[in-house]
């Protein structure tokens, strides 16, 4: 954000979310930023709480087939 463009004003990110806007003023450059619109925020917490829960179904998953490989494997066989 602080490197987009040359001049001073307003840039934002993260789907409009966050804002960055840097104004010059007498001595200097006044920067403020913030929180503009808490939708894309609260979308992309969204996504990566569901790939999240996606990973550990899947580990969990993956454990429980690996114990019953252990097990069948740990089984004798029935009938030679």
Same mark, same amino acid.
């Given at each position: 954000m602080f490197s987009v463009g040359e001049g001073l004003g307003r840039r934002e990110g993260l789907f409009g979310s966050? @804002?960055?806007e840097a104004t010059s003023v007498s001595g200097g450059v006044d920067a403020t930023m913030g929180v503009n619109?808490?939708?894309g925020i609260v979308g992309v917490l969204l996504v990566c709480i569901a790939l999240i829960a996606l990973v550990q179904l899947? @580990?969990?998953?993956l454990k429980r087939y690996r114990a019953e490989l252990i097990r069948e494997r740990a089984q004798p066989s029935g009938s030679a």
């Amino acid at each position: 954000m602080f490197s987009v463009g040359e001049g001073l004003g307003r840039r934002e990110g993260l789907f409009g979310s966050l @804002y960055f806007e840097a104004t010059s003023v007498s001595g200097g450059v006044d920067a403020t930023m913030g929180v503009n619109n808490t939708v894309g925020i609260v979308g992309v917490l969204l996504v990566c709480i569901a790939l999240i829960a996606l990973v550990q179904l899947a @580990y969990l998953g993956l454990k429980r087939y690996r114990a019953e490989l252990i097990r069948e494997r740990a089984q004798p066989s029935g009938s030679a």
